[in-house]
């Protein structure tokens, strides 16, 4: 069975996990993180490429086949650098800017929101030039979403629930008929955005996993298996869980 391999500096990337393992790609999971200096937005590109380096290199250890940045911030500030270092397959994750080349009905008003640090890299903006040169998605950074969403691993979403409102101010009441998610923690509580602001949410999960199958030759099995690795603090320590019992990864409505 075929290794896939996947980092986040937290819990948005177990988002894409869920999207691959729901959909029954039949691989065996291993799953990275850093959890004692998330968020990495604050943090230096030095820092993140030496630590997400460091994730890539205890995975190929693990002899996965490929490895998956499941972090738009990390992709935009590491992943050149790690794909001339490393022989091992990296996709990255980057906002579906290119969703707004479907076709939709004239009245679509699209919105997208990310964090500031996806915002303001030059992979990102170099990204929104060549896909939307005419402006058409408006752009929204979100400065705590992503981390008011990672504190679900110790609390219930109605503690968090006037926070995560407050943070979605800015595009609540505009109109919009789709939101595009652009962090791996959004989709969350994407059963949430979609009845709160009365829209669509647009996700890129199920591209990446259409990339990731095509790319490894990964195929799907009849049956489920929601069981991976999962080591959650960038350590030598792998643990065996199971996605099924992290409660914040449940519809939240």
Same mark, same amino acid.
């Given at each position: 069975?075929?290794?896939?391999?996947?980092?986040?500096?937290?819990?948005?990337?177990?988002?894409?996990?869920?999207?691959?393992?729901?959909?029954?790609?039949?691989?065996?999971?291993?799953?990275?993180?850093?959890?004692?200096?998330?968020?990495?937005?604050? +943090?230096?590109?030095?820092?993140?490429?030496?630590?997400?380096?460091? =994730?890539?290199?205890?995975?190929?250890?693990? $002899?996965?086949?490929?490895?998956?940045?499941? *972090?738009?911030?990390?992709?935009?500030?590491?992943?050149?650098?790690?794909?001339?270092?490393? /022989?091992?397959?990296?996709?990255?994750?980057?906002?579906?800017?290119?969703?707004?080349?479907?076709?939709?009905?004239?009245?679509?008003? =699209?919105?997208?929101?990310?964090?500031?640090?996806?915002?303001?890299? /030059?992979?990102?903006?170099?990204?929104?030039?060549?896909?939307?040169?005419?402006?058409?998605?408006?752009?929204?950074?979100? $400065? +705590?979403?992503? =981390?008011?969403?990672?504190?679900?691993?110790?609390?219930?979403?109605?503690?968090?629930? @006037?926070?995560?409102?407050?943070?979605? =101010?800015?595009?609540?009441?505009?109109?919009?008929?789709?939101?595009?998610?652009? *962090? /791996?923690?959004?989709?969350?509580?994407?059963?949430?955005?979609?009845?709160?602001?009365?829209?669509?949410?647009?996700?890129?999960?199920?591209? @990446?996993?259409?990339?990731?199958?095509?790319?490894?030759?990964?195929?799907?099995?009849?049956?489920?298996?929601?069981?991976?690795?999962?080591?959650?603090?960038?350590?030598?320590?792998?643990?065996?869980?199971?996605?099924?019992?992290?409660?914040?990864?449940?519809?939240?409505?």
């Amino acid at each position: 069975m075929k290794k896939v391999g996947l980092i986040d500096s937290g819990i948005g990337g177990l988002t894409l996990l869920k999207e691959l393992m729901d959909y029954k790609v039949h691989a065996e999971y291993l799953y990275i993180s850093d959890s004692q200096n998330v968020p990495y937005g604050e +943090k230096s590109q030095t820092f993140m490429l030496n630590q997400v380096r460091d =994730m890539s290199l205890k995975l190929i250890a693990k $002899k996965v086949e490929v490895i998956i940045l499941a *972090c738009n911030t990390l992709t935009a500030e590491t992943i050149d650098t790690l794909r001339l270092e490393l /022989t091992v397959p990296i996709v990255g994750l980057e906002p579906y800017i290119n969703y707004l080349n479907q076709d939709f009905a004239i009245d679509s008003k =699209m919105a997208l929101i990310l964090t500031e640090a996806t915002f303001k890299s /030059t992979r990102f903006q170099t990204l929104l030039i060549e896909k939307d040169p005419e402006h058409k998605i408006d752009i929204y950074p979100l $400065k +705590k979403l992503a =981390m008011i969403l990672e504190s679900l691993t110790i609390q219930d979403f109605e503690t968090i629930r @006037v926070e995560v409102e407050r943070e979605l =101010m800015q595009v609540e009441g505009r109109g919009y008929t789709h939101l595009i998610l652009g *962090c /791996t923690h959004y989709p969350i509580i994407k059963n949430f955005l979609e009845s709160y602001l009365g829209l669509i949410v647009v996700d890129s999960a199920a591209a @990446v996993r259409n990339h990731v199958m095509n790319s490894v030759g990964l195929n799907t099995t009849d049956e489920y298996h929601d069981t991976f690795l999962y080591n959650s603090d960038n350590s030598d320590t792998w643990l065996s869980s199971k996605l099924s019992e992290l409660k914040f990864l449940r519809d939240i409505v």
